[in-house]
């Protein structure tokens, strides 16, 4: 069966500008998670939703970002005025439930470059 | 300080040897470990978790977890080439609302030829 998919792979935008990324889970999980990887790093938190609604929104750096899964499946991550500090890997994983030991899979990420 | 804290390496081993890759934690609610493997510009892959204190074998792969010490492992054993690759560690809570991944920086580990 297929993966997670992200799309765009790639954004390059202009300083201000508003993004939208978004994230195909694998048919069937109903948990899906934000991560963001900076160079180096590994991936942080940003937010995770069980089925349609929010359940931790803890790692949103700031209220430019919100996130969106409105039908419980594709979920679209989005930045207002973006920022040169908002550069880095998104990173999407879905999982089949919330149980701990489930493995969360991960996508292909999108890389955002804000010029 | 970091919840999650792993040796950036970078990590050299040669071909057929043991590589050993450490973590330590901080938060005692991270009750289940995985080890992501992630290739250059890649995103990552698991390899193995582990929950219970001990070892867990899965083919090359040893991860082993002591919560009492906050210390969790991965070795590899017969390391190839194919191998060298950014390891991450990540610890996620058994229980309460947190079940999101909290991950170290990685270890960068290279296989010589």
């Known amino acids: 069966g297929a993966g997670v998919s992200q799309t765009p792979s790639n954004k390059v935008t202009e300083k201000g500008k508003y993004v939208e990324l978004r994230c195909d889970p694998i048919?069937?999980?109903?948990?899906l998670y934000w991560y963001r990887q900076s160079l180096g790093q590994g991936p942080e938190f940003l937010i995770y939703f069980q089925g349609t609604g929010a359940a931790d929104d803890s790692g949103l750096p700031n209220d430019r970002f919100f996130a969106v899964r409105p039908e419980g499946s594709v979920s679209t991550l989005k930045i207002q005025r973006t920022e040169r500090g908002d550069s880095a890997v998104y990173l999407c994983?879905?999982?089949?439930?919330?149980?701990?030991?489930?493995?969360?899979?991960f996508g292909p990420g999108t890389r955002l470059t804000v010029l | 300080q970091k919840e999650v804290e792993q040796n950036s390496g970078p990590l050299s081993v040669p071909e057929g040897a043991i590589a050993s890759l450490n973590c330590t934690y901080s938060d005692r609610g991270s009750q289940s470990f995985f080890w992501y493997r992630q290739y250059s510009g890649k995103s990552p892959e698991l390899i193995m978790f582990?929950?219970?204190?001990g070892d867990k074998e899965d083919g090359r792969f040893t991860a082993q977890l002591n919560k009492a010490s906050q210390y969790v492992s991965l070795l590899i054993r017969d390391s190839q080439p194919s191998d060298s690759a950014t390891y991450l560690c990540a610890g996620r809570q058994l229980a309460g609302s947190a079940r999101q991944l909290t991950f170290g920086s990685g270890t960068q580990l290279t296989v010589l030829p």
């Open positions: 582990i929950y219970s204190n």
């Open positions: 048919s069937g999980h109903t948990a």
């Open positions: 994983a879905s999982s089949l439930t919330l149980v701990s030991t489930d493995t969360q899979y």
